[in-house]
């Protein structure tokens, strides 16, 4: 049975939320059957029960799961015998590990420089909720956040220190084949160059080669994704 995913889209079919990337990633890791389906940021209060405030989430048959890693630890338990995302408990801990990394470290950096670019690519319905919540969040207007994004890129590749040591030594965080936590660190960066034309990794940078790699996965799925490059 195909399990449906309730992916955030902008305008042109931009997949760009970096939390139903690791949740698209995860189910191509495991071969399931699935459909992306476009859900603006309007239409989450009217997925499945109603009773929905985020995306990711996802559909199989009668059950429902919100949140990514809710839905890794769903699709681990309920497809054990397709490819492990975690290759057990270990794994499932410095996945955790590298999720409160990335969202903790990773996420602030990205968001301050793309906030402004993810306004203006979305459909015009969603813009003025974008704006209100995320304007209430940060404090003041996102092209104020998003300003002088030039003069911070030296501290935010400076910030990935660890995630370029460590795939400098080996193809991914799983080792020599990706594993969730791969995922995970690769969400913001999918997220940056579906929704803004503006280059957070440098091209030679170690990070830059891992992403790819990343991207080529599953016949070049993510990097088919609409993009700015
Ligand atoms: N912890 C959740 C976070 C999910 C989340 O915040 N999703 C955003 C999209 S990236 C969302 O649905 N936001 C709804 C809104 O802002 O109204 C997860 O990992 O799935």
């Not at 305008?11 to 699935?34: I, Q, V, Y």
Request: proline share 5%.
């Amino acid at each position: 049975m195909t399990i449906v995913m309730y992916d955030l889209v902008g305008a042109d079919d931009r997949r760009f939320s970096p939390n139903c990337w690791r949740t698209r990633m995860a189910l191509l890791h495991k071969g399931l059957e699935h459909e992306a389906r476009p859900t603006r940021f309007e239409e989450i209060k009217s997925i499945c029960d109603g009773d929905r405030k985020t995306i990711p989430t996802i559909e199989d048959g009668d059950k429902v799961v919100t949140d990514s890693l809710a839905i890794a630890d769903y699709l681990e338990e309920t497809y054990a015998d397709r490819p492990s995302l975690f290759d057990g408990p270990v794994g499932r801990g410095l996945a955790a590990f590298v999720q409160n990394w990335t969202q903790t470290v990773v996420n602030p950096g990205v968001v301050g420089m793309v906030v402004a670019d993810i306004h203006d690519n979305l459909v015009p319905s969603d813009q003025a909720y974008f704006r209100a919540s995320r304007e209430k969040l940060f404090g003041r207007a996102l092209e104020e956040v998003q300003a002088g994004r030039e003069d911070r890129l030296d501290s935010v590749r400076k910030s990935l220190t660890p995630l370029r040591a460590t795939v400098s030594q080996q193809a991914f965080l799983g080792g020599d084949r990706p594993t969730y936590a791969d995922y995970v660190a690769f969400a913001p960066f999918q997220w940056a160059r579906s929704i803004s034309d503006f280059r957070i990794l440098a091209d030679d940078d170690p990070v830059s080669a891992w992403f790819g790699r990343v991207l080529d996965l599953y016949d070049g799925a993510a990097r088919r994704s609409p993009a700015y490059y």
